[in-house]
């Protein structure tokens, strides 16, 4: 017989899985997020106490609904709070020419010039060149130095700067 399983549960083990690689914009961005969901639950705890009076809570939607957005909110914290305790900075930028997590990479393909910025696999958006360390093409990026060449997809990648 096969347990079920909450959703919740799921995402957490999902998350907990990911790295913990930020920059520290986005742990900023964390911070700021958390300091403004903080400053909101006072309100949503007043309008549960504002809703409540109203009569029975069994049939008062807005009772319901209050309590659900600060059941959300405080999710959304306690969440956030684990994210900035376990967040490890990423340190832009290489110094010794060397591709690593942090590293914005130039390449050369088929005449046409591509920048990626290597991240954590919270950060990365391929369509704004962020892409993580561990996806197929970050992967390969990974240890490679300014001249080297790597095939990715029938592609020739040249590696022409390293920032």
């Known amino acids: ?25 986005a742990i900023e961005r964390l911070k700021k997020t958390l300091l403004r969901l903080k400053k909101e ?25 209050a309590k659900s957005r600060l059941r959300r909110n405080n999710s959304r914290i306690l969440s956030l709070e684990d994210r900035i305790k376990n967040a490890i900075p990423i340190l832009i930028g290489a110094s010794d020419g060397t591709i690593r997590i942090g590293s914005t990479v130039t390449c050369e393909s088929n005449g046409r010039e591509q920048t990626f ?38 592609q020739d990648f040249a590696i022409l700067s390293v920032q």
């Open 117 to 154: 910025t290597i991240l954590g696999s919270q950060e990365s958006d391929p369509a704004k060149g962020r892409i993580s360390y561990s996806s197929p093409l970050g992967a390969q990026l990974m240890g490679m130095q300014i001249g080297q060449h790597i095939e990715r997809d029938g």
């Open 1 to 25: 017989m096969q347990i079920p399983k909450r959703r919740s549960e799921e995402q957490r083990r999902a998350l907990q899985q990911t790295d913990h690689l930020l920059t520290p914009e």
């Open 41 to 65: 639950r006072p309100n949503l705890v007043e309008e549960i106490s504002r809703t409540q009076a109203m009569g029975d809570l069994s049939e008062n939607a807005g009772y319901q609904d």
